[in-house]
C-alpha cells in the first residue's frame, strides 16, 4: 500500500509542480489536489484555495492531529536555468519550482492521511489542510481554516527539514521605520539632512541587542532590509523610510518586540506591519517529539517562518527536502526523500498511537 501511495505522491507532484501557483493564485493547484482526493475515494471539503479533509471514522470525542503543508509559491527568480514549471527527474533529483518548498512535504501528507484515512479505532483523529496563500502570509490560507476544522490538538506542519524534528521556530515582526530630516536645495548648507541622520540609526539597529537568548532558537534577529529616500539628485528628502525584519524567539512576544523598539530605537517613527506571526514550539516531552526521537530523528530550533506561525497549539515542523534549497534557482527535491518522508511520518504516527496498524 505505501508503494502504491508514494508512487501517486509523486505523480501528483510533477502535476503540482507543472502548474503555477503563486501566493494568492492557487485555484488550478487546489483543484489538482482536489481530483487527487476524489481518486481516493476520500470525500473532502474546499474553502477558498484550502482543501481539506477528515479521517473517516472521525470521532469528536477524540483528540485531533492536524496534518499541513501548503501548495501555494513564490516567483521564480532570474537564475533558473531550467524551465521552473516543467517536473524533470534527473540522477534521482525531482526538478522544478515548489519540489521543495513544500510540495515534497504536502504529497507526503496526502500520502500519510490516506494510509490511514480508513483504518478504524485510531486513538486520535486526523485533519489535513492543504493550504493557499503560506508564502506570503495571506488572509485566505491556514489561518482562515482554524475556526472551520475541528479543534485540533496537536499539529505536523509540512515544510523541507530534512526529516528531522524542528520543536521550534522563530516568529516575524515586520517594521515600517522612518527618520525625518529637514528638506532642501542639494547647493546649500543643510546640518539636518535626513540621510545621515539614518547613519547613527542603522549603526543602533545594527548593535542593539535582546537580552532574552533562547536555548533552542537563539537570539533575537534584528535585520534592515530596506531603505529609501530621495527623488532627485539636487533635493536632500525630508525623510528616509526603513523596513525592518525582526525575527523573534520564544523568550519575547511579539508585542515586547514593538514596545521595545518603539521606547528605545531612534527613529521618528517605527510601526509594526503585524504582531499575529508569532514564534511557535512543542515540548521536548511531548509524545509526538518522543516518537520522533525513539525514529532516530533529532531536534533543532528553525529560523525559517512557516504556518505554524497562526497556531496556537503545540506543533512540530518535518517535512522531505532542505530548507536551503527553497526559493533558489533550479529548486528540486531527492525521489527518495519523498520515499522516506511518507514513511517517517506513518512511523512516526504509528509510534504516536503506540500501535502496528
Same mark, same amino acid.
Given at each position: 500500500m505505501i508503494d502504491k501511495l508514494t508512487t501517486k505522491a509523486i505523480n501528483l507532484l510533477k502535476q503540482l509542480v507543472e502548474t503555477p501557483s503563486f501566493s494568492f493564485e492557487e485555484e488550478q493547484t487546489a483543484q489538482l489536489i482536489k481530483h487527487w482526493f476524489q481518486h481516493? =475515494?476520500? %470525500?473532502?471539503?474546499?474553502?477558498?484555495?484550502?482543501?481539506?479533509?477528515?479521517?473517516?471514522? $472521525?470521532?469528536?470525542?477524540?483528540?485531533?492531529?492536524?496534518?499541513?503543508?501548503?501548495?501555494?509559491?513564490?516567483q521564480p527568480n532570474s537564475s533558473y536555468t531550467k524551465d521552473p514549471f516543467k517536473a524533470v527527474v534527473e540522477d534521482g533529483k525531482l526538478y522544478g519550482l515548489g519540489s521543495n518548498d513544500a510540495g515534497g512535504c504536502l504529497v507526503s501528507l496526502l500520502a500519510t492521511f490516506a494510509y490511514f484515512y480508513a483504518k478504524k479505532d485510531l486513538k486520535y483523529n486526523l485533519v489535513i489542510v492543504a493550504s493557499a496563500e503560506e508564502e506570503n502570509s495571506g488572509d485566505n490560507g491556514l489561518n482562515s481554516m482554524l475556526?472551520?476544522?475541528?479543534?485540533?490538538?496537536?499539529?505536523?506542519? =509540512?515544510? %523541507?527539514?530534512?526529516?528531522?524534528?524542528?520543536?521550534?521556530?522563530?516568529?516575524?515582526?515586520? $517594521?515600517d521605520a522612518k527618520i525625518k530630516g529637514t528638506p532642501s536645495h542639494a547647493a546649500h548648507p543643510n546640518t539636518d539632512n535626513a540621510i545621515y541622520n539614518c547613519i547613527p540609526v542603522l549603526q543602533w539597529f545594527q548593535d542593539y541587542k535582546f537580552e532574552r537568548t533562547s536555548t533552542v532558537l537563539g537570539d533575537v534577529k534584528m535585520t534592515v532590509t530596506q531603505i529609501k529616500a530621495g527623488k532627485q539628485h539636487n533635493a536632500i528628502p525630508g525623510e528616509v523610510e526603513l523596513v525592518v525584519d525582526v525575527r523573534v524567539n520564544e523568550c519575547y512576544t511579539n508585542e515586547e518586540i514593538v514596545q521595545t523598539l518603539q521606547e528605545n530605537a531612534p527613529c521618528s517613527s517605527i510601526i509594526p506591519r503585524s504582531t499575529r506571526l508569532n514564534s511557535s514550539s512543542i515540548p521536548l516531552e511531548h509524545e509526538l517529539v518522543k516518537a520522533g526521537t525513539e525514529l532516530g530523528r533529532t531536534t533543532y530550533g528553525s529560523p525559517t517562518l512557516s504556518d505554524q506561525a497562526i497556531?496556537?497549539?503545540?506543533?512540530?515542523?518535518?517535512?522531505?527536502?532542505?530548507?536551503?534549497?527553497?526559493?533558489?534557482?533550479?529548486?528540486?527535491?531527492?525521489?527518495?526523500?519523498?520515499?522516506?518522508?511518507?514513511?517517517?511520518?506513518?512511523?512516526l504516527l504509528k509510534k504516536y498511537y503506540k500501535t502496528e496498524i
Open positions: 481516493q =475515494g476520500i %470525500p473532502f471539503n474546499r474553502h477558498k484555495n484550502n482543501i481539506w479533509s477528515t479521517n473517516k471514522y $472521525f470521532d469528536e470525542s477524540k483528540p485531533t492531529i492536524l496534518l499541513n503543508s501548503h501548495h501555494d509559491t513564490v475556526s472551520i476544522i475541528p479543534k485540533i490538538e496537536v499539529a505536523i506542519v =509540512g515544510e %523541507p527539514t530534512l526529516m528531522q524534528l524542528a520543536v521550534a521556530e522563530k516568529g516575524l515582526v515586520v $517594521f497556531l496556537t497549539c503545540p506543533s512540530l515542523k518535518l517535512g522531505p527536502g532542505d530548507s536551503t534549497r527553497s526559493h533558489t534557482a533550479d529548486e528540486f527535491i531527492y525521489v527518495n526523500e519523498i520515499e522516506d518522508g511518507i514513511k517517517t511520518y506513518i512511523n
